[in-house]
T-cell receptor, first 114, second 115 residues
């Protein structure tokens, strides 16, 4: 148990639809990250929160993507007007409380856009 | 440009032997390196890490070696077990300059340990 749950685990949607994913750390962690992994690639950084503040966004995060962490606990990632190229696994990670450089990942949400 | 490179897409070893997974990086600002193991349809699982001030870190069957001058690190698994079969990712982060510790990953190496 990494201390991070993600919901849903799988999502199939049609092109043009909006989808929202949720990440829940089981305890308080000040740092929360979103990554995306496509087939044959390693995870790629999307965005980062320190508490409720979104401090960095990757160029991969187009204006169709929005992420929030309203109370500094759980986080949501929304994709509007999905495209087939959005099909990927979306991973949430939290930092180790003492060793900030170490991140623990949730099980991921697998998105398939038809 | 790929800042973290794992040049071997796959590796096959016999049970009980040593597995050596390699990783190269190009960004001199990286000062912390991690190895993750990943099964299909699951998130990456943290294995072991090393700070740039060290050249070796050991945890049970797993040892990571860092050669800063060559910008190279390796993960040794001894002895290898069939349950070690998975994709292994090398990742790096820089703790200075406000990098926020975001991780940069390689493309992974698929390790198969044969009984």
């Amino acid at each position: 148990d990494t201390g991070v749950s993600q919901d849903p685990r799988h999502k199939i949607t049609k092109r043009g639809q909006n989808v929202t994913f949720r990440c829940d750390p089981i305890s308080e962690h000040n740092r929360l990250y979103w990554y995306r992994q496509t087939l044959g690639q390693g995870p790629e950084f999307l965005t980062y929160f320190q508490n409720e503040a979104q401090l960095e966004k990757s160029r991969l995060l187009s204006d169709r993507f929005s992420a929030e962490r309203p109370k500094g606990s759980f986080s949501t990632l929304e994709i509007q007007r999905t495209e087939q190229g959005d099909s990927a696994m979306y991973l949430c990670a939290i930092n180790h409380r003492t060793y900030q450089e170490t991140q623990y990942f949730g099980p991921g949400t697998r998105l398939l856009v038809l | 440009d790929q800042q973290v490179k794992q040049n071997s897409p796959s590796l096959s070893v016999q049970e009980g032997r040593i597995s050596i997974l390699n990783c190269d990086y190009t960004n001199s600002m990286f000062d912390y390196f991690l190895w993750y193991k990943k099964y299909p349809a699951e998130g990456p699982t943290f294995l072991i890490s090393i700070s740039s001030i060290k050249d070796k870190n050991e945890d049970g069957r797993f040892t990571v070696f860092l050669n800063k001058s060559a910008k190279h690190l390796s993960l040794h698994i001894v002895p290898s077990q069939p349950g070690d079969s998975a994709v292994y990712f090398c990742a790096a982060s820089g703790s200075s300059g406000g990098s926020n510790y975001k991780l940069t990953f390689g493309k992974g190496t698929l390790l198969t340990v044969n009984p």
